[in-house]
């Protein structure tokens, strides 16, 4: 009898922890939902690419090292070719990881999340402004193709020392060009957007940073031929002028 009534408190308690959960989720998304809309409405989808392809610097794909390509995709975003803006099993991976920290350390983003982050939103870290970023990174995924999502998202991310995008942060730390860095350069500037300011602050840390890339090295991963062999789609929007 009293193994019955267990089952049955426990069984009730799991409903309602589901159920509030479903609330919960729901809540946030149309909380996000809405904060997208808005958003999008003062800055639409359809003009990032030429936005940020005008900005100065803007560096493409073929421009660009293909060491440093396949180091970022590599390290940010692994699956980056395959999922289509939102990774599930990363998300997974990130909620038990800050679930056994307690905090919100991971957070599971994609490049074309990380981008929608960097360009439409702040960078607080709250769960409507996640779900915000989920649905930018789907609609950013429909209207561009992989490559030039990747430079996007390679000239507006933060290096550390006041320097946005690749360009800035070859010309900073090494007073190159993009296309002019060495693979350990280029990897290393490819890991340096997880810990801008590990490296960044004086030259005995950055030749430390140099020294452990160049171990990291032969793990960066190839991907199809980067960002440019990443593209799934024919350009849709031709106007957006997509390089390469």
Not at 211 to 226: D, I, K, L, T
Request: hydrophobic share 40%; charged share 20%.
């Amino acid at each position: 009898m009293l193994k019955r009534f267990v089952k049955r408190l426990l069984s009730c308690l799991l409903l309602a922890a589901l159920f509030v959960l479903v609330v919960i989720g729901g809540t946030l998304g149309v909380q996000g939902w809405r904060l997208y809309r808005a958003t999008a409405a003062q800055k639409p989808i359809a003009g990032l690419y030429d936005e940020i392809s005008s900005r100065p610097g803007f560096a493409s794909c073929d421009q660009l090292p293909q060491t440093y390509i396949d180091a970022v995709i590599s390290v940010e975003d692994s699956r980056f070719e395959r999922h289509h803006g939102i990774d599930p099993a990363a998300i997974v991976r990130a909620l038990w990881a800050d679930l056994r920290t307690r905090s919100l350390a991971e957070g599971g983003s994609t490049l074309t999340q990380q981008l929608a982050k960097n360009e439409l939103f702040t960078q607080e870290k709250q769960m409507a402004r996640k779900a915000a970023e989920m649905f930018a990174a789907r609609d950013i995924e429909d209207y561009y193709s992989k490559q030039q999502i990747f430079e996007m998202y390679a000239n507006t991310i933060y290096f550390g020392s006041g320097y946005y995008g690749i360009a800035e942060a070859a010309e900073g730390y090494f007073g190159k060009e993009p296309a002019q860095l060495t693979d350990a350069e280029a990897i290393y500037l490819a890991g340096m957007p997880n810990a801008p300011s590990t490296y960044a602050s004086s030259p005995a840390q950055r030749a430390l940073g140099l020294r452990r890339q160049r171990g990291a090295g032969p793990q960066a991963r190839p991907c199809g031929g980067g960002a440019d062999g990443a593209r799934q789609k024919a350009d849709p929007h031709p106007g957006t002028g997509a390089p390469g």
